[in-house]
């Protein structure tokens, strides 16, 4: 046994050696060639150091930009030109594909309604949470058990709100779940709550929202934060009540704040792929983009429709980050 066990590190060495010793070398070599260029740096005029100085910066960053995200987006864009195996060209047939398969279609659909319901949901009950617990003493401590989740990985996340939606049909058997423990407490009979289409899928959209509740409860209270007391207390001095206050003086002041929650929350909700995964693997009907293009390339080995679900997603975050950025620069702009 302890041969054995000697002959598989041995091997088990083999294997990584060679790769470590080439990520050593790659660094080691990063690393002298950015001391010589200092070196040299400090050896030439100052004209040619202000050449250098874009040297330095800026070619190491525009190789990564290239290596890690426009040559791995180029090739995904035509890949999704490709059939199944990349091997002949095929058009828009893999775009057709993924808009008249029903399926797909059930995907697409699935996908918008996270898009819509969680960064809506989110950002209105961090909104809430954060203005009431604003002038809180105990805030702070509010807050942490709110933000918690956010700790939380989306597979750790996704384990604990399982066991919260475990259903038990035997009556002999003690039942685990929290939600089905509830419905039986209150003398209803529980379905079996990740099989029931379309409650299965709002089941899974509520992991996402309970993660995501902290984040958009953080930045909106810092941004309530910067509100001048000034503007507050005139409002109550005007006789505003507190809801009138909330609508009419918060929200508009903070207006940049709840759009990068939700453009960010967006985001974050269109990739959504762990939540899916570990609860229902995309099964009874609760698939979404990301998890399709994960099962289209590497179980069913179809390069082509998987590359086309990716550029579908791509294009879907996109107008986002636009967007995003259109309403910095108009925030800059009235500053």
């Given at each position: 046994?302890?041969?054995?066990?000697?002959?598989?590190?041995?091997?088990?060495?083999?294997?990584?050696?060679p790769n470590l010793i080439t990520l050593i070398s790659g660094l080691v070599a990063f690393a002298a060639l950015v001391v010589l260029i200092f070196l040299l740096a400090e050896r030439t005029s100052v004209k040619a150091q202000e050449w250098?100085?874009?040297?330095?910066?800026?070619?190491?960053?525009?190789?990564?930009?290239?290596?890690?995200?426009?040559?791995?987006?180029?090739?995904?864009?035509?890949?999704?030109?490709?059939?199944?195996?990349?091997?002949?060209?095929?058009?828009?047939?893999?775009?057709?594909?993924?808009?008249?398969?029903?399926?797909?279609?059930?995907?697409?659909?699935?996908?918008?309604?996270?898009?819509?319901?969680?960064?809506?949901?989110?950002?209105?009950?961090?909104?809430?949470?954060?203005?009431?617990?604003?002038?809180?003493?105990?805030?702070?401590?509010?807050?942490?058990?709110?933000?918690?989740?956010?700790?939380?990985?989306?597979?750790?996340?996704?384990?604990?709100?399982?066991?919260?939606?475990?259903?038990?049909?035997?009556?002999?058997?003690?039942?685990?779940?929290?939600?089905?423990?509830?419905?039986?407490?209150?003398?209803?009979?529980?379905?079996?709550?990740?099989?029931?289409?379309?409650?299965?899928?709002?089941?899974?959209?509520?992991?996402?929202?309970?993660?995501?509740?902290?984040?958009?409860?953080?930045?909106?209270?810092?941004?309530?934060?910067?509100?001048?007391?000034?503007?507050?207390?005139?409002?109550?001095?005007?006789?505003?009540?507190?809801?009138?206050?909330?609508?009419?003086?918060?929200?508009?002041?903070?207006?940049?704040?709840?759009?990068?929650?939700?453009?960010?929350?967006?985001?974050?909700?269109?990739?959504?792929?762990?939540?899916?995964?570990?609860?229902?693997?995309?099964?009874?009907?609760?698939?979404?983009?990301?998890?399709?293009?994960?099962?289209?390339?590497?179980?069913?080995?179809?390069?082509?429709?998987?590359?086309?679900?990716?550029?579908?997603?791509?294009?879907?975050?996109?107008?986002?980050?636009?967007?995003?950025?259109?309403?910095?620069?108009?925030?800059?702009?009235?500053?």
């Amino acid at each position: 046994m302890h041969v054995i066990d000697l002959v598989a590190r041995k091997t088990t060495w083999e294997i990584i050696a060679p790769n470590l010793i080439t990520l050593i070398s790659g660094l080691v070599a990063f690393a002298a060639l950015v001391v010589l260029i200092f070196l040299l740096a400090e050896r030439t005029s100052v004209k040619a150091q202000e050449w250098v100085k874009y040297l330095v910066f800026l070619v190491p960053a525009l190789a990564l930009l290239i290596i890690g995200l426009i040559y791995p987006a180029a090739r995904t864009i035509l890949l999704s030109f490709m059939n199944a195996n990349s091997e002949e060209f095929v058009g828009v047939e893999n775009y057709i594909w993924a808009f008249t398969r029903p399926e797909i279609l059930q995907v697409l659909l699935n996908t918008a309604i996270w898009v819509f319901v969680v960064p809506t949901v989110s950002t209105f009950i961090g909104l809430v949470i954060a203005y009431l617990t604003d002038r809180m003493k105990s805030a702070a401590v509010v807050k942490s058990l709110i933000f918690m989740p956010m700790a939380i990985s989306m597979v750790g996340a996704s384990i604990i709100w399982k066991f919260v939606y475990d259903y038990e049909p035997s009556a002999k058997k003690v039942d685990i779940g929290l939600l089905s423990a509830i419905s039986k407490g209150l003398g209803m009979e529980p379905p079996n709550w990740l099989l029931e289409n379309p409650l299965n899928t709002f089941l899974l959209i509520a992991v996402m929202i309970w993660i995501q509740t902290g984040f958009a409860m953080v930045v909106l209270s810092a941004a309530m934060k910067n509100i001048p007391d000034e503007v507050v207390e005139a409002s109550m001095l005007d006789g505003a009540s507190q809801l009138k206050r909330f609508i009419q003086i918060t929200i508009p002041m903070i207006r940049a704040s709840i759009v990068v929650v939700l453009t960010t929350i967006t985001i974050g909700t269109l990739k959504v792929f762990d939540i899916v995964r570990t609860m229902t693997g995309g099964n009874f009907q609760t698939n979404v983009i990301a998890n399709e293009m994960y099962t289209q390339t590497f179980r069913s080995l179809n390069y082509g429709t998987g590359s086309a679900l990716a550029v579908i997603l791509f294009l879907g975050v996109v107008p986002i980050i636009l967007y995003n950025i259109k309403q910095l620069r108009l925030e800059r702009t009235e500053r």
